[in-house]
């Protein structure tokens, strides 16, 4: 098993920035990568930016490329989300999750991840 919680979420101005953290706790030994998604209401879960756990690759959604950065501190079982250059289409509630430790390439589907966590609102006034 393994757990995820989520924080850093908040109300910004557009053109502001925030830092989300996801903090990973249990069978971290196991795990391939964590994943960001958010979800907007009315909207499908969307994939939003994902890390590998050991080798570190990076992977992000067009919408989000150049404003987002995802990163992670092994040592401290946290992987980080820097948000620069928000807009008011980047608000939703965002979450983390585990990448399933399977032999598949992909990192942007939903179905990829398990554990997922409780995620924080993210708002973005203009």
């Known amino acids: 098993q393994v757990q995820l919680v989520e924080s850093g979420g908040g109300l910004v101005q557009a053109g502001g920035s925030l830092r989300l953290s996801c903090v990973v706790s249990g069978r971290t030994f196991s795990i391939r990568g964590i994943g960001w998604f958010r979800q907007a209401p009315g909207k499908e879960r969307e994939f939003v930016a994902a890390?590998?756990?050991?080798?570190?690759?990076?992977y992000y959604a067009d919408s989000v490329k150049g404003r987002f950065t995802i990163s992670r501190d092994n040592a401290k079982n946290t992987v980080y989300l820097y948000m620069n250059s928000l807009k008011s289409e980047d608000t939703a509630v965002y979450y983390c999750?585990?990448?399933?430790?399977?032999?598949?390439?992909?990192?942007?589907?939903?179905?990829?991840?398990?554990?997922w966590g409780q995620g924080t609102q993210v708002t973005v006034t203009s």
């Open positions: 999750a585990v990448r399933k430790n399977d032999y598949g390439s992909s990192w942007y589907g939903s179905l990829m991840y398990a554990y």
């Open positions: 890390i590998s756990w050991s080798g570190g690759a990076t």
